[in-house]
């Protein structure tokens, strides 16, 4: 077993807690919390020698390429992949690309399919794989996951937009720390949501921020949802 490094905060990078990965993607507390621990921390900390996790206020927190991650592992997980093929696909994908964070890299999300329990892996060709190469598919049309997603020029994921595009809440870790926002400002959906429930008018929320009803229609909706 390696020795692993404990990931530190980076300005730019998000700070997320287990209350807000169960928050921002919809994901039961008690599943991130098993999910963090045993595979980011303990499996995948282990195999490539780094912590994914910090401590904040008594609660471990993740940086954003690995909420993305989390967001991937879940969706494959509801298409119903088995987890002993994520975290296979995890590692195999790792190692093929370099990269810490695999299930958010633009190449390969883009390239990820599910059929059944199996995570599937789209060739240049056309052709399309399990991860390990074991088997070859021929597929037409399967769901991509990665279609709220904005990528840097590293290929990492940038931002998330967990209601999607067409919904002004995003997680951008440029602001609020990643925290979801009102696209283009520093205005945190949390605190128009907490406006709402103390039964302000949306017009008059819209007003003192300078911000479209519709947006805060939005985050009113993004918080119902997440609640």
């Known amino acids: 077993m390696k020795n692993t490094i404990q990931t530190k905060p980076k300005l730019g990078t998000g700070i997320y807690t287990l ?53 991937t592992f879940y969706q494959l997980s509801n298409a119903g992949v088995s987890t002993r093929e994520l975290l296979k696909a ?41 991860v390990d190469l074991t088997k070859q598919f021929k597929l037409n049309f399967i769901r991509e996951f990665y279609i709220n997603l904005d990528f840097g020029t590293d290929s990492l994921a940038a931002r998330f937009w967990p209601n999607g595009k067409d919904k002004s809440v995003v997680c951008d870790p440029h602001h609020q720390f990643g925290q979801p926002t009102i696209e283009g400002t520093n205005i945190q959906s949390e605190t128009l949501y907490k406006m709402y429930l103390a039964e302000e008018p949306v017009e008059f929320i819209a007003d003192l921020y300078e911000l479209p009803v519709i947006q805060v229609e939005n985050a009113i909706e993004f918080h119902k949802t997440a609640a």
């Not at 928050?23 to 995948?44: A, E, M, T």
């Not at 999300?109 to 599937?120: A, D, F, P, W, Y």
Request: charged share 20%; no cysteine.
């Open 19 to 71: 209350p807000d990965i169960a928050l921002i993607l919809g994901i039961p507390y008690p599943k991130v919390v098993r999910w963090v621990n045993s595979f980011w921390n303990d499996r995948f900390g282990s195999r490539y020698g780094q912590s994914y996790t910090w401590t904040v206020d008594l609660t471990k927190a993740v940086n954003f390429p690995t909420l993305i991650e989390l967001f």
């Open 90 to 130: 995890h590692e195999i994908l790792s190692v093929q690309y370099n990269t810490q964070y695999p299930f958010a890299t633009k190449k390969i999300l883009e390239s990820l399919r599910t059929e059944g329990k199996k995570v599937l892996f789209e060739q240049k060709d056309g052709s399309i794989y399990t």
